[in-house]
């Protein structure tokens, strides 16, 4: 299970250099073991990318953590608190850990932004090479992939 799990987290990189969003990224390399789709795991996380909208706000790679923490154990009635409890608290737990790893779930905090605009500009950057070298978001997709491998792991040796 840990080499598919190190696959998975590889996936999440590759995706990122791909081009596509930090969510985007996470979402898509673990999607598969909930039932969905490549395509339909990057359409769920395309609009959480730059931080909401690029916007700024919570880091897409924990936006992913969300996401993928509702598939494996959201609940489906409304009226399930315990279920809602458990989520909740899962979610709680591996955004502690990303927060502790790096700092902040904050976009704007992890790019060093300083003044982020109330109307951001929603034009995406360029992905070019000195993007990458300044940008600290491909080890924050990866680092959030990590923790929900991790998360993973701990769960199967609970069960």
Do not use: W
């Amino acid at each position: 299970m840990k080499a598919e799990l190190e696959k998975r987290v590889a996936q999440a990189v590759d995706n990122f250099k791909q081009g596509y969003g930090c969510c985007q990224s996470v979402v898509a390399a673990f999607a598969d073991l909930y039932g969905f789709s490549d395509m339909q795991a990057k359409k769920i996380g395309a609009g959480f990318g730059g931080g909401v909208g690029r916007m700024r706000m919570m880091c897409g790679a924990v936006s992913g953590i969300v996401i993928l923490v509702g598939m494996d154990r959201g609940q489906t009635e409304g009226d399930d608190r315990r279920g809602k409890a458990s989520c909740y608290h899962t979610v709680q737990d591996l955004l502690a850990r990303f927060k502790e790893e790096n700092g902040s779930l904050i976009c704007a905090e992890l790019l060093g932004l300083k003044d982020v605009p109330l109307n951001p500009s929603f034009v995406p950057s360029e992905r070019t090479r000195e993007y990458y070298k300044k940008r600290p978001c491909s080890a924050k997709v990866e680092n959030a992939a990590r923790i929900f491998a991790m998360y993973l792991t701990e769960k199967e040796n609970t069960l």
